[in-house]
């Protein structure tokens, strides 16, 4: 059996605070947006997907039954996106210790699909790009990927920082990809009434 290549981490740990509800469960298209975010993952790679939880993690994980996906809780999840990441990657390493790499995705970008997931990755070894990242409006981000030897700088991230400031820093090794629809996220009641 060849060695896990690639896995992905769903962030899904936040509370929806503007919104007022929890986003991850909001359904588009008769699915809820973690599910159909879950289902693209498990399509694109097999195994391992894992779902970092915080706030309403008994929810998202119940929502999850009975996809073959990995659940990690994030008890700092208030802490911000860092936290988040910190977890998802040692959840990562624990399971697939020789891991290539990871694409780190939201859960609130109802657009993405396991096509797009599998772009990145044949970007990555076509390029041989260290940081594989989405472009869309005017800026860099989710999903993106990283190859292995970012995993310390991944895990080293603090408080509301994210994956865009490693992107930031490694510029000169950052391929980019085209997903005009990753604009759309959701983190109002309005964006939520104009996707559907």
Not at 108 to 114: E, G, I, K, L, R
Not at 138 to 166: C, H, I, N, W
Request: charged share 20%; proline share 5%; aromatic share 6%.
């Amino acid at each position: 059996m060849e060695p896990t290549a690639y896995g992905i981490i769903i962030l899904a740990a936040g509370n929806s605070s503007r919104l007022g509800e929890p986003k991850q469960l909001l359904t588009y298209q008769g699915k809820s947006l973690i599910r159909r975010i879950a289902e693209a993952g498990i399509e694109a790679i097999g195994d391992p997907v894992i779902i970092v939880t915080g706030s309403n993690a008994a929810l998202i994980e119940n929502e999850l039954l009975p996809l073959p996906c990995h659940h990690a809780f994030n008890a700092d999840w208030q802490e911000g996106m860092s936290s988040s990441i910190r977890t998802g990657i040692t959840k990562l390493l624990e399971i697939a210790p020789n891991v290539t790499g990871v694409i780190l995705a939201v859960s609130d970008q109802p657009f993405v699909a396991s096509s797009l997931f599998k772009d990145l990755i044949e970007k990555a070894k076509t390029e041989n790009a260290g940081i594989v990242a989405c472009a869309y409006g005017d800026t860099l981000g989710t999903p993106v990927l990283f190859t292995r030897k970012y995993f310390d700088e991944l895990l080293s991230l603090t408080g509301a920082e994210g994956a865009k400031k490693l992107i930031k820093m490694h510029r000169n090794d950052v391929v980019s990809h085209s997903f005009p629809l990753g604009t759309v996220d959701i983190d109002t009641r309005e964006d939520y009434q104009n996707l559907i």
